[in-house]
């Protein structure tokens, strides 16, 4: 499906181009800095809300690097349900395999651009340039974190437990000005957190009556006491 896509719609982009890059804090581009630092070229390509990127065990050709919008990389049970592994911001870079074909699938979840990088050109730099290598692996470290902390969340945590984890998380990555604008609809989290539909709402509405976060809209959330947040996330 990338393949075809490709050959209509994307355009090749060197890395060091502001264009592409626009959307992206500098200091936090991880990828940006591998393949400007190789001379790679990445391909700048855009997707609507709620579309593929790629899908399960589908060949692992691409690294990937959200540059503006939101990402969600799932896997779907054979009952159905669906877990959403993680959550892809601005600057955060998916697609990492160690074989080879995705174990998740990826959808856009807001009108979405990514940048691609092909793999093997990414293999390839890594095994003549440390430095490459080391990038690479702290990438790989960092997906790995977050797999554990994941595991540990979904494992060991009560559900308010998981609401507070995933709020802390959000406002460290996405709040500007003390206002946290969530891509992600509530059905998502809750299919991020292990939780329905119905829990999630009650614990945001519990938050709300304790005076710990306040709503601006739908997906607009002001925390409004951190360090309560914090007790709750034991």
Known sequence: MLTQLLNTKAINTPISGSKVAVSIDP?????????GHAGLVATEFS?????????????AEYVYQVVTGA???????????RQIGAFHL??????LESGASHRL????????????????????ASGTDVQVARKLWTMTASELRHAEN?????G??????????????????????????????????GDYLGLTLETVSRALSQLQAQGILGFSGARQIVLRNRQRLHNLDA
């Open 156 to 189: 060991r945590k009560t559900a308010m437990e998981r609401v507070a984890t995933f709020l802390l998380e959000m406002d460290r990555r996405l709040a500007v000005a003390g206002m946290m604008a969530l891509p992600m609809c509530r059905r998502d989290i």
């Open 47 to 59: 997707y609507r809300k709620d579309e593929e990127i790629y899908g399960e065990d589908e060949p």
């Open 90 to 95: 601005p600057g955060d870079v998916f697609g």
């Open 150 to 154: 994941h595991m540990l969340l979904l």
């Open 105 to 124: 699938a990826a959808e856009a979840i807001i009108d979405t651009t990514v940048r691609l990088v092909k793999r093997a050109s990414l293999e390839k």
């Open 27 to 35: 200091v936090a581009d991880r990828l940006g800095a591998i393949t």
């Open 71 to 81: 990402v969600r990389s799932y896997k779907l049970l054979s009952d159905g349900r």
